[in-house]
């Protein structure tokens, strides 16, 4: 039997094919990089943890296991177990009650003897940041009111038996040894939380209001003494319980307000263990340094420095109170739009609840008592380094400059250098357009100017500024950028470990720049910008990749992420930043590559690893060396007709260099005729290697599902000139497909074109212009750029006027400046000219794309006589949320194509609608 006859025989993707499709997620790698653990999910279904060690060998699998997490010395795994999908399936066509559905449980896993305890249901559980020996759990506990009567006939069942009422249950919280398996209840508690060396775990009891015990308060359990103090006392609501690195002091924040109280009243507390018998106030709004009419605000973050020598918390405004004697209904509601307000009434509106609780930073000494308020409700953002025992932070305000973001897209902002000492405020720059960084050591700002593409550095102390790429032909803003703006930097690689320099990116390497601007030079040697290879520092700092905050030793080895731009491999190389050499290959090749952990010495990496016939499994690797497959999580991939990935090349009608990805079915037959389909949105190539699940996707094309079904899909890179953006879509677009249709197995009587958001608005633009298609949908396209441009952005409340001055929609111009570029870029004004079939789908909760841009869309070629559809997914969003409504797309948007691309007979819903009298009665999906 040949190839090809074996490739005939699987089958295509249908819709029932979904679910079955598994991702990885909560994959980590133990401190000594000895263990592996991660969670395998279906889209739809039960999913499992799986522990192995550095060899591949099963240790254990956990049915239903999510979020697995694994002591300080690698003796337990913890997971929680999740209830059978079947069974909260049932809990919701029953409608019942949240206590009443299935609950997760917890399972305690001991790596020496695979010795495995069960604990549940459970509402929650925590560790310990350093956790050795214990884990603390909360349940529900059913604890009877009623007293054991002895006297009482248990036999009695005639009709005068009094029935026992259920017994109560309380939330209990279990503290667990989980070598000793001992057992510490705690009853009646509401939030509980561990010091980060396990020392002590803190608790809140809260009873109801008709409870008239005394048990309601903070509490403060000793593991080692087995003993329980009370630390702070009374009826409230408790936050923000925070210990201090050393564990000898503990914070929070309390209301003890009456339950009816109208204003909330925080005060900063503040318990010495060991040395006091009750937590005390160190600040309340009445406490000297705190401004007049603020208080201690609820919702700020607490902190010790590293030496427990200050305590950071917030500050507020106090709130004015409403008025409780007006009578609802006799006052109206009603916004109040202000010219001059620094935000427009929407975003207010969006904002509201944040806003309520914004809090503002302040310093408390722990030794003279002293409070400083840092800012106030002018600023927007301070940053911190982590050595909190430093003086200056970095602070920005664009108060009196934040109208202007209607339109302009960015906000000019001061920046300031803030004394936590003494409270000084240093003015760094005055409206600041870029970024603005602090140095590990609070001695340096480093600024990047986005109006000139340069990096500079800033020395607190003595105000000298220097010009760090002094004299550099490479430019270290976005060459890529085709947006009517000024163009943002590649970011920060890294800090150097003395603290005395930094590393930058720019488009393709890296450089060091020493802060006092006598130094620079490309780490990478320029390697990347000959070979137009894009390097980036792959650094891990708390199990996370991370540059801001992370440093590079020169004298140590460097692991590089590569990205090769010409053939799209990605790869890893290493570096040693102290010699001048270029970078060496460790890896290139046709994958990408993700989620990156590493174990305490970064040695052994674990990391996904995918191209568009591989599924995402997670791999092992000690020192790049030696690589290790660890899952297989979709097999099933073998039984369906899949497909190919090539990057396509060909050159625009103004003569412009092209890209794109051809999408192939794996039985492809160079002598049969395909429909294609043309997905776009930007630029797409740089994910000629990423796979791409079958699953009912939001309302973007699902690729697997139409190339298993022997459609062919093209992905093409489009770039914008300024102004015209539309004309830019039909130059990379259009061309792009007839490149493609001279090949003879492209059915050129067949093509059509499928995009959402960006890509909805130019596939109405492009229909507006050219007949070629047989078919197109549109998903929640702008089509009137000049009723748009006066729309808001309902997700954040924003104006959209800055989308077609300086953003996206690239018109850089005014609608009073260039009227005649809002008119050629908007679709309505030419539906006229339509004669392609074409499906919108535009929903009534859209919180990016006003919906009515559908609805006009659909009106005007109504009106016009054109076949058009609209369909609106009630209540959801610009991108489809809902999966039921995920999965309804697929089927209507597969029928759509399959009808006008394949002459399959039209679906009742394209051939007669369904009227609202069958909403939900009748689907239309039945063919007529």
């Known amino acids: 039997m040949t190839l090809p006859s074996l490739v005939a025989q699987k089958r295509p993707i249908d819709h029932s094919s979904y679910d079955i499709w598994k991702n990885i997620s909560s994959a980590d790698i133990s401190k000594s990089g000895n263990h592996i653990f991660y969670t395998v999910s279906p889209q739809e279904g039960d999913g ?20 697995p997490k694994m002591t300080k010395g690698e003796d337990f795994l913890i997971t929680l177990i999740k209830p059978a999908f079947k069974d909260t399936r049932e809990a919701k066509i029953k409608k019942k009650k949240s206590e009443d559905f299935p609950k997760d449980t917890l399972t305690i896993f001991k790596l020496e003897n695979r010795e495995q305890v069960t604990f549940g249901p459970i509402k929650s559980y925590k560790l310990a940041y350093d956790a050795t020996n214990y884990l603390a759990y909360t349940q529900d506990i059913a604890k009877s009111t009623e007293k054991t009567d002895s006297t009482k006939n248990k036999t009695d069942s005639s009709s005068n038996a009094k029935k026992t009422p259920p017994a109560k249950k309380e939330n209990v919280l279990v503290l667990y040894n989980l070598y000793k398996k001992d057992t510490v209840q705690f009853w009646k508690t509401d939030s509980y939380f561990f010091s980060n060396d396990e020392k002590y775990l803190a608790f809140t009891k809260k009873t109801g209001p008709k409870d ?55 005060k900063l507390y503040l318990y010495n263990i060991g040395q006091q018998d009750s937590a005390h106030i160190i600040v309340d709004k009445n406490t000297k340094g705190v401004p007049t009419e603020w208080y201690v605000s609820g919702d700020g973050q607490l902190g010790f420095d590293q030496k427990s020598d200050r305590l950071f918390f917030g500050l507020a405004p106090i709130p004015p109170v409403k008025d409780t004697t007006l009578v609802e209904f006799e006052n109206a509601k009603v916004d109040i739009w202000h010219w001059q307000d620094d935000y427009l009434m929407t975003q207010q509106l969006v904002n509201l609840k944040r806003d309520l609780g914004k809090s503002y930073d302040a310093v408390y000494n722990l030794q003279s008592g002293q409070i400083i308020a840092l800012i106030d409700d002018s600023f927007d953002r301070t940053s911190y380094t982590d050595d909190a025992t430093q003086e200056w932070i970095l602070a920005t305000s664009t108060a009196g400059n934040r109208i202007a973001y209607q339109w302009q897209a960015y906000q000019l902002q001061d920046v300031y250098a803030i004394s936590t000492r003494t409270g000084e405020k240093r003015i760094i720059k005055s409206k600041w357009q870029g970024q603005a960084h602090l140095s590990p050591d609070a001695s340096y700002i480093v600024l990047f100017d986005e109006t000139n593409g340069n990096w500079y550095s800033h020395e607190i102390a003595s105000g000298n500024e220097q010009l760090l790429n002094k004299g550099l032909q490479v430019g270290f803003a976005n060459e890529e950028n085709d947006m009517p703006t000024a163009s943002p930097s590649y970011g920060i690689a890294a800090w150097a470990e003395d603290n005395k320099g930094i590393y930058i990116n720019d488009r393709y390497d890296i450089w060091y720049f020493s802060l006092d601007g006598k130094k620079q030079k490309s780490i990478t040697n320029q390697f990347g910008r000959t070979n137009k290879i894009v390097f980036r520092a792959l650094l891990i700092k708390d199990g996370t990749p991370r540059n801001r905050t992370a440093k590079i030793k020169e004298n140590t080895a460097l692991w590089l992420t590569s990205f090769n731009e010409t053939n799209k ?24 590559f993700k989620n990156f952990k590493t174990d305490e ?10 191209n568009y016939t591989s599924s995402p499994d997670l791999y092992v690797n000690k020192d790049f060396k030696i690589e290790q497959r660890l ?10 007709n899949w497909g190919t990935a090539e990057l396509i090349a060909w050159t625009t009608p103004n003569g412009h260099q092209a890209e794109g990805i051809l999408y192939k079915p794996e039985n492809f037959d160079p002598n049969k005729k395909y429909p294609i389909i043309a997905y776009f949105y930007e630029t797409l190539s740089q994910g000629l290697y990423t796979y791409q699940a079958p699953a009912p996707t ?5 690729i697997p599902y139409y190339v298993s079904n022997e459609y062919l899909v093209f992905a093409p890179d489009i770039h914008y000139q300024t102004g015209h953006p539309g004309k830019s879509a039909e130059e990379y677009i259009n061309s792009g497909m007839r490149y493609l249709a001279k090949n003879t197995w492209v059915d050129s009587t067949k093509m059509a074109i499928q995009g959402q958001s960006w890509g909805g608005y130019q596939v109405a633009h492009l229909i507006t212009r050219t007949n070629m298609y047989a078919a197109a949908w549109t998903g929640a396209p702008v089509v009137n750029m000049t009723s748009a441009y006066g729309g808001i952005r309902w997700g954040t409340g924003m104006s959209r006027q800055f989308q077609y001055e300086k953003t996206q929609s690239r018109l850089g111009a005014t609608l009073w400046e260039d009227r005649d570029l809002y008119i050629e870029n908007s679709p309505l004004f030419f539906m006229d000219q339509v004669t392609t079939p074409v499906a919108i789908m535009h929903n009534d909760n859209d919180g990016a794309v006003p919906w009515y841009q559908g609805i006009e869309m659909f009106t005007a070629l109504r009106r016009l006589g054109k076949p058009a559809w609209l369909l609106n997914y009630n209540g959801d969003d610009h991108n489809l949320i809902q999966r039921q409504n995920r999965k309804d797309i697929q089927i209507r948007q597969s029928q759509f194509f399959d009808h006008f691309l394949k002459g399959k007979p039209a679906a009742k819903w394209i051939k007669s609608g369904v009227p609202a009298t069958k909403k939900g009665i009748d689907w239309g999906f039945d063919q007529q």
């Not at 499992?48 to 979020?67: I, M, S």
């Not at 509490?219 to 936050?239: H, T």
């Not at 939001?698 to 699902?702: A, D, E, F, G, V």
């Open 48 to 67: 499992y943890v799986e522990l192995k060690d550095q060899k591949n060998r099963l240790l254990q699998r956990f049915e239903r296991g999510t979020a």
């Open 212 to 266: 008239s015990s005394d048990i309601d308060g903070l509490y403060l359990y000793d593991l080692a003494k087995k003993s329980v103090k009370k630390i702070s006392n009374g009826k409230g609501v408790y936050k923000n319980i925070l210990f201090d690195d050393q564990s000898n002091r503990l914070s929070f924040l309390a209301d003890k307000s009456p339950d009816k109280a109208l204003q909330k009243d925080f």
């Open 569 to 592: 491999e990605n790869g890893i190389f290493s570096l040693m930043p102290a010699k001048k050499q270029n970078p060496k290959e460790i890896i290139q090749d046709k994958f990408t």
């Open 601 to 610: 010495n970064g040695k052994v990496y674990i990391y996904t690893k995918e």
């Open 631 to 640: 899952t297989d999580i979709n097999p099933q991939q073998e039984e369906y």
């Open 698 to 702: 939001p309302s973007r094309l699902n």
